[in-house]
């Protein structure tokens, strides 16, 4: 099933996402409400929240007293992650079980305001976030829950910044326009994105990339690469394999088609197959069907194997490309990115050629094909940087 977390900072408008979301057909997880649930009257959870708090934090009745615990938490960072250290884990464990009972098909949206905070982003297959300018936010708190302002801004204070969330974000949905604005733009990613991306996962196919269309450089794309990175490590740990990003948009002021080049590095091309290859599929990389394999350089030398994987998100292409350590293919990807990276001269002929190229090649094939000549004598230029520089992958 695709796994969607979705969050923002309190009065940011997430839980009229998650609603609207519901109403599309999603499944959704409350995480404030399943964090209500481990610490109800008579569940270890809240035991041990007295144990650590007193019962100062209990009310007459002997339930969680949230505004009283929410007062000594909010403006004391050990207190907050001594809490979390009882909480967090007792949600995910509920959460997982909630999840597990949902369809196979199902697209289930967890709805976890501190996603970000405690670092879950890289355990779903897409992050959503809601962002809304702070000013809103806090004339929000005051219609909306009777918050004083100096406790609103505290409440805000203590969570993420939106440079961070944006940072953890597949998906930013801005929340300063009406309710009809917001619901078109649910809307539009349920039909064209989370509906897709779900079939593909659960046929275990690539979205399709197949057409060339140079873009300009996108200073996003290492973050994006980063955000890929995390999920991959998540899907194979305890596995510690080296990832990089290489290709075009690993190079800094270079134009590309707008798809991220992973490598994934492994010990041996056996090792591509079988239990990693499934993990990868079921985090949202499916392997592409075929044998694939690197052009040699120089030519003549025999045909680099390799392994390709691609992306089940139609909203972000993907190629993973899984090499041994120190193949030929695998060292060749470094030593290109890192001299484009140190060249600007040669930055410059690639990206003159990308533009002729993609004008006249708009399929993947032919596009591949005709740099070709152009990558055999960068190739040697390129031996030469490494060798004058004493460059290791």
Request: proline share 7%; with cysteine; aromatic share 4%.
């Amino acid at each position: 099933m695709l796994k969607v977390g979705l969050t923002g900072g309190i009065g940011s408008g997430k839980s009229a996402v998650a609603r609207r979301l519901t109403e599309c057909g999603a499944v959704l997880i409350d995480s404030d409400r399943v964090a209500r649930e481990v610490v109800a009257p008579g569940t270890e959870g809240l035991a041990e929240i007295v144990a650590a708090f007193s019962e100062r934090v209990l009310d007459a009745d002997g339930a969680l007293d949230r505004a009283a615990l929410g007062a000594l938490v909010f403006a004391d960072e050990a207190a907050r992650r001594r809490l979390e250290a009882i909480t967090h884990p007792r949600v995910r464990a509920r959460a997982a079980e909630l999840a597990a009972a949902a369809a196979p098909d199902a697209i289930v949206v967890n709805d976890v305001p501190l996603l970000v905070e405690v670092g879950l982003a890289p355990t779903y297959h897409l992050v959503v976030v809601v962002q809304t300018e702070v000013a809103t936010r806090l004339a929000r708190l005051a219609r909306d829950r009777g918050m004083d302002r100096a406790e609103a801004e505290r409440r805000i204070a203590a969570q993420a910044d939106d440079a961070r969330r944006r940072g953890a974000a597949d998906v930013l949905l801005t929340n300063d326009g009406s309710l009809d604005d917001l619901h078109a733009a649910v809307d539009a990613l349920w039909r064209e994105r989370l509906r897709p991306y779900e079939a593909n996962l659960r046929e275990q196919r690539a979205a399709p990339s197949e057409h060339v269309v140079l873009t300009e450089a996108d200073p996003t794309w290492p973050q994006q690469y980063a955000r890929l990175a995390a999920r991959i490590r998540h899907a194979l740990a305890p596995a510690d394999l080296r990832i990089d990003h290489i290709g075009s948009t690993a190079v800094p002021g270079l134009a590309a088609r707008d798809v991220i080049d992973i490598q994934l590095t492994v010990p041996t091309l056996a090792d591509a197959d079988g239990p990693l290859a499934e993990r990868l599929t079921e985090a949202g990389f499916p392997r592409l069907p075929g044998e694939w394999w690197d052009d040699p350089r120089p030519p003549g030398s025999g045909r680099w194997e390799k392994r390709l994987h691609g992306s089940a998100d139609p909203g972000r292409p993907v190629h993973l490309h899984i090499r041994p350590a120190d193949a030929p293919g695998w060292r060749y990807a470094l030593l290109m990115r890192d001299h484009l990276r140190a060249d600007p001269d040669q930055r410059s002929a690639y990206l003159a050629l990308k533009r002729e190229l993609a004008a006249s090649a708009p399929d993947s094939a032919t596009w591949t094909t005709a740099k070709d000549p152009w990558f055999d004598e960068e190739h040697l230029r390129a031996e030469q940087w490494a060798a004058q520089t004493g460059w290791r992958p």
